[in-house]
C-alpha cells in the first residue's frame, strides 16, 4: 500500500469513526446488528425522540454506515456492513473494561 492510499484509508476510518461519535448513533447501530428497524421502533426502543433519531439516521446514511429501504409507507434501516457492529459492540465492550 503506498502511503497515498494508506492516508485515504485512515481518513475513511476517521470519517467513520467520526459518524460514530455521538452515543445514540452508537445504540442506533447497536440496535440494528439485531436486524432491520423503523423509525418508530428505533424511538420505542432508545425512548428517544423521533426527530432526534431521524436527524442521527441522516448522519448514519450520509456516512454510508446505514441504507433505508421502503416498506410500505415506512422506511426500514438496516447496516450497510456487518463490521460496523463489531467496531460498536468491541467499542462498548472496551469501555466498560476494569481499568
Same mark, same amino acid.
Given at each position: 500500500?503506498? =502511503?497515498?492510499n494508506?492516508?485515504?484509508?485512515?481518513?475513511g476510518?476517521?470519517? *467513520? *469513526?467520526?459518524?460514530? =461519535?455521538?452515543?445514540i448513533? *452508537?445504540?442506533?447501530?447497536s440496535?440494528l446488528?439485531?436486524g432491520?428497524?423503523?423509525?418508530h421502533?428505533l424511538?420505542?426502543? *432508545?425512548?428517544?425522540?423521533?426527530?432526534l433519531? =431521524?436527524?442521527h439516521?441522516?448522519v448514519l446514511r450520509?456516512?454510508g454506515?446505514v441504507r433505508?429501504?421502503?416498506r410500505?409507507?415506512?422506511?426500514?434501516?438496516?447496516l450497510?456492513d456487518e463490521?460496523i457492529?463489531?467496531i460498536?459492540?468491541d467499542?462498548?465492550?472496551? =469501555?466498560?473494561e476494569?481499568?
Open positions: 500500500m503506498t =502511503s497515498t494508506a492516508y485515504e484509508a485512515y481518513t476510518a476517521g470519517e *467513520l *469513526l467520526r459518524a460514530l =461519535s455521538a452515543p448513533r *452508537l445504540a442506533i447501530v440496535e446488528a439485531n432491520e428497524r423503523c423509525v421502533e424511538v420505542e426502543q *432508545l425512548g428517544a425522540p423521533q426527530p433519531v =431521524s436527524q439516521l441522516r450520509g456516512a454506515v433505508g429501504s421502503r410500505g409507507r415506512e422506511i426500514a434501516y438496516a450497510v463490521h457492529a463489531h460498536v459492540a467499542a462498548v465492550s472496551h =469501555s466498560g476494569a481499568t
